[in-house]
């Protein structure tokens, strides 16, 4: 079985970016995260295996070879009350139908990698009276997902996600 990283990388290199360039809002012209961290932009690679009608797709993966993980990350420049639910739940569906097209077009074992969903959001102006460390609220009904297509899911704003990647990457 081939591995997912070369595959991308040897036959859909146009869709490769950096996590920043994936963060972009294109409509508020905002930049989610600075990082220069190679992904994959899963939009292009989305409209490179769907080239007349694509479905919702993430705005990046994050693969991590050695171990096996993908990271399918979501920007949301919202607050959570602003996010629809239903496109989150959409994206996740298709992307996952997106996935196992590439996976069986180019011989890759999908099941050989561990999903983690990571919706990142807008950080919210307001503090909340109290916060609950260690604890992980999936947010906007995606927890139906745990186990089914993800083995982690990861919802949060974004200063949560800066803290996480500086302490795994160093950036």
Known sequence: MAEMSYII???????????????????????????????????????TLYPTKQPASYDALLI?????????????????????????????????STLKKLCSENSINKNDYNYKLCIVYKQETTKPRYRRFKENIIHFGLDVYSGVYFDEIITNEIGFFQNEFKKKYGC
């Open 9 to 47: 990388k040897s036959k859909y290199s146009s869709s490769l970016d950096s996590l920043k360039n994936s963060s972009y809002d294109k409509e508020n012209r905002v930049y989610m995260c600075q990082s220069d961290m190679q992904v994959v932009d899963f939009d292009a690679l989305t409209f």
């Open 64 to 96: 991590e070879e050695d171990i096996k993980d993908i990271f399918c990350v979501e920007f949301k420049n919202q607050k959570t009350s602003d996010i629809d639910n239903t496109q989150l739940h959409k994206k996740v569906k298709d992307s996952d």
